[in-house]
């Protein structure tokens, strides 16, 4: 019988029986003739570990490392022991990679070769995100050193995030803001020094460097904004067949390109609307299908009639002209009709360039 009751115990406390249990527990020795079974069992468990490690991403790179750091840190598993099973388990997992994808690819490939290199995002994704705050950033590490609280663990995060293969500025849009505010810092310090000889040209090179900041985000975004013509196109093919009452189901095919650009579940309608983003059909299949309307980025599909097409953004001109910056378009998304439906056959669209 226990000396306290379990319910006056504190959640901290050991009731007697848990103290027998542990007592038992330490008492309790590993028999002879299953030594032999812990030592292979623990070198199966590390190269499982560093197998799936180096190949699943890293999340398990996070928790395997927690794992390692664990063994080394109680000795469970030596330096030596484990730098040379990291080194053989490596060498397996690439050679299996890159075998596997060699045969796939019909080349020789290592897909983390193929992503982009270390420096991308301080040479690629900051400057083109950050524009004319990149290099006030970066000015205000050496104006004032009262920055380097912030700059150096937001450096620190994206120098640790380059040793990904795989890189995307979304992995790093937190550190756009951090960034920002160091550069909005420097401007406010070449504002109030302007009078000075070379700060003055500090401040003009800075004006300069505003304008033309403000000109790449005019001219981003308005080609931002001409690049959904599948959405666009959608939302005009509702328009023009909505005024039509039919209990017949209209299909709608959306291809891949259309769906990459601008395609949402939110512009969908309710019944008798249906729509399929079924990849693989070839062209000359399609009029076997009960589609009743396309939207692909192919001009001429048999079968069916070009109803309409909607432009996209194509490049950017730069004139003598007002406005300087001019968007060009092209045809991206072409809406086809079933020349045997009947909506088709008895309305009348603009066609198709």
């Known amino acids: 019988m226990a000396s306290k009751n379990s319910e ?6 050991l009731t007697e029986d848990d103290k027998s249990l542990l007592l ?3 008492k309790t020795s590993v028999k ?8 292979p069992t623990r070198v199966r468990h590390r190269v499982l570990l560093r197998t799936h490690g180096p190949d699943d991403g890293e999340s398990l790179q996070e928790l395997t490392q927690e794992r390692r750091s ?59 995100s950050l524009l004319v705050a990149y290099p006030l950033c970066m000015l205000a590490a050496l104006l004032d050193r009262r920055i380097w609280q912030y700059i150096v663990p937001v450096f620190s995060f994206v120098l640790l995030y380059s040793k990904l293969p795989h890189k995307e500025l979304r992995f790093i849009i937190g550190a756009i803001p951090i960034f ?12 109030k020094n302007r009078k000075k000889t070379l700060w003055r040209w500090l401040y003009i090179m800075m004006l300069v460097s505003i304008l033309v900041s403000l000109g790449c985000s005019i001219m981003t975004f308005m080609a931002s904004y001409e690049n959904y013509p599948g959405g666009y196109a959608l939302k005009t ?24 650009n601008g395609v949402s579940r939110f512009l969908e309608n309710n019944s008798p609307w249906r729509y399929s983003k ?12 009960n589609f009743a309307y396309l939207l692909s980025e192919h001009s001429k599909i048999d079968g069916f009639q070009c109803l309409f097409s909607v432009d996209g953004f194509s490049k950017v001109h730069l004139g003598i002209g007002f406005p300087p910056i001019v968007t060009l378009k092209e045809p991206k998304v072409y809406v086809h009709g079933n020349i045997r439906h009947e909506d088709v056959a008895h309305s009348n669209w603009s066609g198709c360039p």
């Open 278 to 289: 079924e990849e693989g059909i070839t062209l000359a299949a399609y009029h076997t299908r």
């Open 32 to 39: 002879p003739e299953e030594a032999s079974n812990i030592a």
């Open 180 to 191: 920002n505010v160091s550069a909005a810092i420097t401007a406010s310090r070449i504002y």
């Open 8 to 13: 006056t115990l504190q959640p901290w406390e």
């Open 70 to 128: 664990y063994n080394l840190t109680s000795k469970s598993v030596s330096l030596w022991n484990a730098v040379k099973c990291c080194i053989s388990t490596a060498f397996l997992c690439i050679g299996l990679t890159m075998l596997v994808d060699t045969i796939m690819w019909g080349r020789v490939l290592w897909p983390e070769l193929e992503t982009h290199a270390f420096h991308w995002y301080f040479t690629s994704a900051l400057p083109r």
């Open 24 to 26: 038992n527990f330490r």
């Open 237 to 260: 093919l509702h328009r023009a067949v909505g005024s039509v009452n039919t209990t017949r189901d209209k299909w709608v095919h959306i291809d891949p390109f259309a769906a990459m």
